[in-house]
Structure formats: structure tokens, C-alpha cells
């Protein structure tokens, strides 16, 4: 069985690979907590991110948006502190106020699932590399939700984490088409 290369590192990755990665995904909630994820991953590698992936939910709250978004100094003091987080104050004050930005959406009437698969007219855009080093690291699409989301308030988004995103969410397909998950996700 062939997968793409980048998760053949460890069993965790492939384990994300074979049953996250690339998987369209409508839950709000699930949505921004991917989105955190990735924005933390920003200088890093996944696998580091992956690693610290219960410590990040236990530390956020599960990202529930309602409370992230309500989150005090104080709070923001204890994630600095919190050794198994990526204590970047910077990264952290985005997720306040990007929970924040997603509930000024929902206040509007406009989901942020809405919102993202819109730019796609609710279809994935299938990538079909054969080589990872074919797969781009940020498109026309992702230079446009970045600017968008950046005009909404979101922080610390910039075209390449809001590829990376895209592709982890499932909006667009970059399994390579030797992956057995390329035809799996096109489904």
C-alpha cells in the first residue's frame, strides 16, 4: 500500500495520514481547532505539533470558540507557562482572536464551514501530483482566503498555513495519486 511520503516517519503520522488528512471536514469547531494546529505548526514540523496535539486540547479548552474567544490575560499568562504547548504569545493571541473572528461570522448568519467551502463552491479541488515535490505550498485559492480572512480579523494566516489548512481539512486533495487515500478522499 502506497501512501504519500511525508507520513512515513512514524506511526502517528501515518495513522494521521490514513484517517485525517485530506478528510472534508463541515464541523465548525473541528474546523478552527485544525486551523490552530496549523498555525502553530508554523516554523515547526508536524510531527512536533501531532506530539503536543492532547496537550493542545487540554490547554484550549478543546478549542471550544466560546471560551478561546473569551480568554483574559490571565489565561494567556498560563499558556505561556504550559511546557506542553507551543508557548508563542503571538500564536496564542491569534487563537483568541481568531475564535472571536469565526463567532463575529456566526453573529452574521455565516458558518465558518460556509464561509471556506464557498471559495471552492462547496467541491474539493483535487491536486493530482505524482511527486511530493510537485505539491505547491500556496495557490491563487490560498492567497485569497488568506487576504479575506486577514480583512475579518484573523490572525497569523498567511497563504502558506492556509494551504497546509486547506489541504488537512479536506478542501483540497494533495494526496498524490500513487497514495491509496487519493482515490479514497476523491470519494
Known amino acids: 500500500m502506497q501512501r504519500c511520503p511525508w507520513s512515513e ?4 503520522m501515518r495513522e494521521y495520514h490514513d484517517t485525517i488528512w485530506g478528510v472534508p471536514e463541515y464541523d465548525d469547531q473541528r474546523l478552527y481547532r485544525k486551523l490552530m494546529l496549523d498555525i502553530n505548526q508554523a516554523g515547526l514540523s508536524w510531527q512536533t505539533i501531532l506530539n503536543k496535539s492532547q496537550a493542545f486540547d487540554e490547554a484550549y479548552d478543546q478549542f471550544e470558540l466560546e471560551k ?9 499568562e498560563e499558556l505561556m507557562s504550559n511546557k506542553g504547548i507551543i508557548r508563542n504569545r503571538r500564536k496564542i493571541e491569534a487563537a483568541i482572536a481568531n475564535a472571536q ?46 487576504k479575506d480572512l486577514k480583512k475579518r480579523g484573523f ?33
Open 155 to 187: 490572525k497569523f494566516i498567511g497563504s502558506t498555513t492556509i494551504y497546509a489548512f486547506l489541504e488537512a481539512v479536506g478542501i483540497i486533495n494533495d494526496h498524490l495519486i500513487t497514495c491509496f487515500r487519493h482515490q479514497e478522499v476523491t470519494r
Open 68 to 76: 478561546v474567544a473569551s480568554y483574559t490575560k490571565e489565561k494567556i
Open 9 to 12: 516517519s512514524t506511526e502517528m
Open 101 to 146: 473572528a469565526i463567532l463575529a461570522m456566526r453573529a452574521t448568519g455565516l458558518s465558518f464551514s460556509d464561509y471556506l467551502w464557498s471559495f471552492v463552491n462547496g467541491e474539493v479541488v483535487i491536486g493530482n501530483y505524482q511527486d511530493q515535490s510537485e505539491v505547491p505550498t500556496t495557490s491563487e485559492l490560498s492567497d485569497r482566503i488568506s
